[in-house]
């Protein structure tokens, strides 16, 4: 199994009571951690207004954090889970991209996805169209992406998109394009996009949920003529890991608090329901089984969130202690 990490970042109000001119050396330590450690990706999330609810607290912008950490690390790849294509035409975000991908040396991912959380789009003056329309981008959008990056060029005259010889140069350092990410579970639509065009998917990553999401995505590339086992099938992780199951609880504890002085105690209970009896929460012994498991449906990369990583790194420093070396 691959593993990445998420950098803190605000969104998650991860970075709460640290002051804003401390949090850029905050998110960069832990992407130092991360380019010196085990980890052979660093991860952000591409939102504007914190969750569960929107608050004056801080959340950085993705694209901006992914020029930074491809300046400040070395090997560690970079990635979003995921970027909203409509948040930026995508001839632009492609330019971006390519610019981003020549400082790091060739390092980027392009994670991308549709887009959900409609609070942050009206308030930006993007509307909030409907899940087929933010769909209908999304397709094209990637086909946009695919052709200024193999070719230095870009036009299409879509439904949704026109671009017309939009150049650009220099094309990214990898060879044929920086690697897509096609994120999201959505079996009618956002699978067959992904059958189309992924070098990698990121859906529901519990057993059940992963076990059906890759049958959807195996029926999908048989119909379209694509191999299904050549897509690198991932899953994000919210992890809260300690050496007995009351330090686990420890933990979840600290993050409730942490939480309840900005969103109120029912929605910061609410926000654990994505920790307990999920894959990411236990003890190492109990995280390694229960990747195992998924592993063994074809799980091949994991990324893993850390609430307390800007913080306390012990929980993370845990994981790559009695995680990674059990599975990598």
């Not at 610019?99 to 959380?117: F, K, N, Q």
């Amino acid at each position: 199994m691959r593993f990445g990490l998420f950098v803190p970042q605000g969104w998650r109000l991860d970075l709460v009571g640290i002051a804003p001119e401390d949090q850029w050396a905050v998110m960069n330590g832990v992407a130092q951690h991360a380019d010196a450690g085990p980890w052979e990706s660093l991860w952000v999330y591409d939102h504007f207004h914190t969750v569960p609810e929107p608050t004056d607290e801080a959340t950085h912008e993705a694209w901006s954090l992914m020029s930074a950490f491809a300046a400040s690390t070395s090997r560690v790849r970079l990635g979003q889970m995921c970027t909203s294509m409509g948040y930026r035409n995508p001839a632009y975000l492609a330019k971006v991209a390519a610019t981003v991908d020549l400082i790091s040396g060739g390092r980027v991912e392009m994670g991308i996805g549709g887009g959900w959380y409609e609070h942050e789009w009206r308030a930006y003056g993007y509307g909030f169209p409907t899940a087929g329309e933010r769909l209908g981008r999304l397709d094209e959008g990637v086909q946009i992406m695919m052709q200024a990056w193999t070719t230095g060029t870009a036009t299409l005259d879509g439904r949704y998109y026109q671009v017309d010889g939009a150049l650009v140069r220099p094309l990214p350092l990898q060879h044929g394009g920086i690697p897509l990410w096609i994120a999201g579970g959505g079996e009618k639509v956002t699978l067959k996009i992904a059958a189309k065009y992924a070098q990698y998917t990121n859906f529901d990553g519990t057993l059940e949920g992963f076990t059906h999401k890759s049958s959807i995505l195996r029926g999908h590339c048989s119909a379209v003529g694509t191999d299904f086992d050549a897509i690198v099938r991932s899953a994000n992780y919210n992890v809260a890991i300690g050496s007995t199951e009351a330090e686990v609880e420890e933990r979840l504890r600290a993050l409730e608090a942490r939480m309840t002085d900005y969103v109120g105690a029912e929605k910061a209970a609410g926000a654990l329901s994505a920790f307990r009896n999920l894959p990411g929460v236990g003890t190492p012994e109990q995280i390694v089984e229960n990747l195992t498991a998924l592993q063994k449906e074809g799980l091949a990369y994991g990324i893993f969130y850390f609430p307390e990583a800007a913080y306390d790194r012990t929980g993370i420093e845990m994981f790559e202690r009695e995680v990674i070396p059990a599975l990598g």
